[in-house]
């Protein structure tokens, strides 16, 4: 089975700094992808950035990028100039790759609590 | 686009009592994943539908239950609620390949 492991419970940043998440994960496939899922105190899950393992080229979404260790089964969130609305529960997880069929459910890591400091 | 929405957004019940959830998928999206959350936890997959057939399921016992209706609306059934069903239930919605997508939840509290 797959699990993540988010090893920071908590972590704070200052209002403008960079901070980076980090999660890894154990799988014996090699098809698979790879979110950062961000959830508010309002409880809604919102994407923040998807990697697909066979690309090697980190994904980014404006001032979100992971650094995806495939070998390593690493892929942390780096958060550059943090704003006030960064500030919530960010979860990384897993699903098997398409091929084969059937379901992908989403595993997940418990979760780091982000803080930004004003 | 219409976003997914989740309704009701809190439930109040007790134990040995049935509950309904339902959700409805954001338009284009054929797919709906329910999840759990407990406090202070990740979600939990709990099992998916796909073209109105379950597709797969977690480590959840068979007293959940689902439905996907034509439109790919789905409903989350649970029987004989137990404490530990208090949780916040999440539904996600996707189409082959795309990321899930999920909605604001249902927070379920089981006295």
């Known amino acids: 089975a797959q699990t993540v492991t988010q090893s920071q419970p908590e972590m704070s940043v200052q209002e403008a700094e960079t901070v980076t998440l980090s999660c890894t994960y154990d799988?014996?496939?090699?098809?698979?992808?790879l979110f950062w899922y961000k959830q508010p105190p309002s409880r809604q899950m919102i994407l923040v950035i998807r990697q697909e393992a066979y690309k090697q080229q980190n994904a980014t979404e404006n001032r979100f990028s992971v650094n995806f260790q495939k070998a390593a089964k690493s892929f942390s969130l780096k958060i550059s100039d943090s704003q006030l609305g960064d500030a919530a529960m960010y979860f990384c997880a897993y699903r098997r790759g398409y091929s084969g069929g059937g379901a992908d459910g989403l595993t997940f890591g418990k979760g780091t609590h982000l803080i930004i400091q004003p | 686009e219409t976003g997914v929405t989740q309704s009701p957004t809190h439930l109040i019940k007790t134990r040995g009592q049935q509950v309904t959830l339902r959700c409805s998928s954001q338009s284009g999206h054929n797919t709906v994943s329910w999840y759990q959350q407990a406090l202070g936890q990740g979600p939990q997959f709990i099992f998916q539908y796909y073209r109105e057939e379950e597709n797969g399921r977690g480590n959840f016992p068979p007293r959940f239950s689902g439905l996907q209706f034509p439109n790919y609306s789905s409903e989350l059934n649970v029987n004989a609620l137990e404490l530990d069903d208090s949780a916040l239930y999440l539904c996600a919605s996707s189409s082959p390949r795309s990321a899930q997508y999920f909605g604001p939840g249902t927070r379920l509290l089981v006295l």
């Open positions: 799988t014996s496939e090699s098809d698979y992808y």
